[in-house]
């Protein structure tokens, strides 16, 4: 049984037992099986991958113009395609107590740097109020977040951090703009670009999240 079992994406927001939701549909259709002697291979699929990723990013600032808010957080769509590509939802929270409290609840729209419409990770989000460098979290991203990552707008793709319990560690380093221009051919030396990348670095810096596993 193809695509697997699925992911209850909002669940942070209402508790759901899915758990039991799974084993309900398997024993609607077990004695129908048994009955007919045939052999069902039900993949858990994102149902154990999907969960097991967050993409932990930082607020830019918040701004805003005659109609809406915009968090500008330094994750994009580069890292998560899924809600500009078809509107899927992922959960969002921050992951520190905001020193904006007294600013109260923020509805924006939740966007990256890229400088497309479509960077957005979420729209008509509330949150409460950040302050600049709060870190967010996008949850649930395991089975997307790395697979479908892209290097438009000549973005490197984020480290990505493997977390067991209290012990973490980089499973795989962040790119960076010599990654970029490796598979170039006839170029000069990455060299030549060196002026550009020190003049860079640090901007560059903040615009890296990070992509967490949890074990």
């Not at 994102?46 to 918040?62: A, D, R």
């Not at 959960?91 to 109260?104: D, F, R, V």
Request: include cysteine; proline fraction near 5%.
């Amino acid at each position: 049984m193809g695509e697997g079992i699925g992911l209850n994406y909002k669940r942070h927001l209402v508790v759901e037992d899915t758990q039991s939701k799974t084993k309900d549909f398997i024993g609607s259709i077990a004695d129908e099986i048994r009955k007919k002697d045939i052999c069902l291979v039900l993949e858990p699929g994102i149902s154990i991958i999907g969960n097991t990723g967050v993409l932990v990013t930082e607020v830019i600032g918040v701004k805003t113009n005659e109609n809406k808010n915009f968090m500008v957080i330094n994750g994009s769509m580069t890292e998560v395609i899924r809600p500009s590509l078809y509107g899927a939802y992922h959960h969002i929270q921050l992951t520190e107590p905001s020193m904006c409290k007294n600013k109260g609840i923020l509805k924006c729209d939740v966007v990256g740097p890229v400088g497309e419409s479509t960077d957005f990770l979420a729209q008509s989000y509330e949150l409460p109020y950040p302050h600049e460098g709060c870190g967010v979290a996008i949850r649930d991203v395991g089975a997307y977040c790395s697979t479908m990552a892209s290097n438009y707008n000549m973005r490197q793709k984020p480290a990505e951090v493997l977390v067991e319990g209290s012990r973490w560690r980089i499973i795989r380093n962040a790119e960076t703009f010599d990654d970029l221009l490796k598979p170039y051919l006839g170029l000069p030396s990455v060299g030549v670009y060196k002026d550009y990348i020190d003049t860079t670095e640090v901007h560059l810096g903040t615009m890296h999240p990070w992509l967490t596993w949890m074990h």
